[in-house]
Nanobody
Framework: VQLQAYGGGLVQPGGSLRLSCTASGFTVDAFAIGWFRQAPGKEREGVSCITSSADGRTYYGDSVKGRFTVSRDNTKNAVYLQMNELQPEDTGVYYC??????????????????WGRGTQVTVSS
C-alpha cells in the first residue's frame, strides 16, 4: 500500500496550486483520504478530508474553508486538493493519508492507517 502526494511548489500570495495524491495497493474510493500539512516547528494539522465514494462527505479546516477544495477521480485512483488564494501561512509540507474506515471524517494523525511522502508548498513573494 502506497500513497504519494505531489504537485507542490513555490507560489506567490494569492496564487493557486493543485496537489494530487495517488494510491497503489488499494482503491481510494473505499477509503477516507485526508490532507495534512506541517509547517516548520509546528505539529502536523488536518487540512481536509474526503470520505469514501459511498459516503460522499468532505471536511475543511477553518483556516482553509472557502479556499481549498478536495475531490477524487476514481478512474485515476487519485484524490486532489485544489488550493486557491494561497497565503504565506499555508506554507508547509503537505501529506495525504488513507483511513480504511471510509465513512469517517478523520482529522487526527492517529486516525490514518497509511501515509505518503509529502510535497513542499511554499507561498512567498
Amino acid at each position: 500500500v502506497q500513497l504519494q502526494a505531489y504537485g507542490g511548489g513555490l507560489v506567490q500570495p494569492g496564487g493557486s496550486l493543485r496537489l494530487s495524491c495517488t494510491a497503489s495497493g488499494f482503491t481510494v474510493d473505499a477509503f477516507a483520504i485526508g490532507w495534512f500539512r506541517q509547517a516548520p516547528g509546528k505539529e502536523r494539522e488536518g487540512v481536509s478530508c474526503i470520505t469514501s465514494s459511498a459516503d460522499g462527505r468532505t471536511y475543511y479546516g477553518d483556516s482553509v474553508k472557502g479556499r481549498f477544495t478536495v475531490s477524487r477521480d476514481n478512474t485515476k485512483n487519485a484524490v486532489y486538493l485544489q488550493m486557491n488564494e494561497l497565503q504565506p501561512e499555508d506554507t508547509g509540507v503537505y501529506y495525504c493519508a488513507g483511513d480504511s474506515r471510509g465513512d469517517k471524517i478523520a482529522t487526527r494523525v492517529l486516525d490514518y492507517d497509511y501515509w505518503g511522502r509529502g510535497t513542499q508548498v511554499t507561498v512567498s513573494s
